[in-house]
């Protein structure tokens, strides 16, 4: 199942900066790449990029477009890392986007604070998980399984 949000990743490459290099680098680093998570995609994140998109039979140009995004992100929801309150980025941003999608109305800011937390505890209450406001694999997996 590939998992679509509404909250787009931007194209990368060599000279972007920020947090969404950040994302990429540790990423990368998740597939065996060890790369400074320094948010400057320099000429060594470039090259882990072309070595990854050699693997996956991916053009290799060293730009992280939409291609090279869903090569990179797991595309089952049980794969994606545990978060909690005070987690930030990509995967907040995709799971507020999941719980707006069902019903449970947030600011998409890739920030997991407390309403975050709330919306987690209540969506597993209504699932009969355990309610703890950590996003693990069995939360993340009914947030998917749910098709709205």
Do not use: H
């Amino acid at each position: 199942m590939q998992v679509q949000c509404e909250c787009s990743l931007p194209t990368l490459s060599k000279g972007s900066k920020g947090d969404d290099v950040k994302f990429l680098q540790e990423i990368l680093n998740s597939y065996g790449y060890s790369l400074k998570v320094d948010g400057d995609f320099g000429k060594l994140t470039e090259a882990a990029v072309k070595k990854f998109q050699q693997s996956r039979d991916l053009t290799v140009d060293g730009i992280v477009g939409e291609k090279t995004w869903n090569a990179l992100l797991p595309d089952e929801p049980s794969k994606y890392p545990i978060l909690r309150r005070d987690s930030t980025g990509y995967y907040v941003t995709l799971l507020q986007d999941r719980l707006n999608v069902i019903g449970y109305p947030l600011k998409i800011d890739g920030i997991f604070g407390e309403k975050t937390e709330a919306a987690v505890k209540m969506f597993q209450k209504a699932q009969g998980l355990v309610v703890d406001g950590i996003v693990g694999k069995y939360t993340w997996s009914e947030l998917y399984a749910i098709d709205y």
